[in-house]
Nanobody, 125 residues
Framework: QVQLVESGGRLVQPGGSLRLSCTAS????????IGWFRQAPGKEREGISC????????YYANSVKGRFTISRDNADNTVFLQMNSLKPEDTGVYYC??????????????????WGKGTLVTVSS
């Protein structure tokens, strides 16, 4: 099993940057494909990015492509989401999910087995 904790969310102005972290404890993170998801107020949860176990494959939803970058440090059991050029529509609770069987190619697998509790990102002036 693995436990996930997201951190790094806060209030930021439009155009600003944030780096979110997803830190794992328990089983090593290198066994898992990791996905980042967000849920805006009143909207369904959206898968925005994922990274394969070795970091060799990544995927980005169109809504964040070119602005967000996912990376991982398996030795440190952490996955990062660098978010640049933030927009008000990026506001929401950001979650990371982990799964040993999920692929990361053409979408973010929504049925991740393990989930963190989320970190709030607010983009507002």
């Amino acid at each position: 099993q693995v436990q996930l904790v997201e951190s790094g969310g806060r209030l930021v102005q439009p155009g600003g940057s944030l780096r979110l972290s997803c830190t794992a404890s328990g089983r090593g993170l290198n066994y898992y494909t990791i996905g980042w998801f967000r849920q805006a107020p009143g909207k369904e949860r959206e898968g925005i990015s994922c990274i394969s176990t070795d970091g060799g494959s990544t995927y980005y939803a169109n809504s964040v492509k070119g602005r967000f970058t996912i990376s991982r440090d398996n030795a440190d059991n952490t996955v990062f989401l660098q978010m640049n050029s933030l927009k008000p529509e990026d506001t929401g609770v950001y979650y990371c999910g982990a799964d040993t069987w999920a692929m990361c190619a053409t979408e973010v697998y929504s049925g991740m087995h393990y989930w963190g509790k989320g970190t709030l990102v607010t983009v507002s002036s």
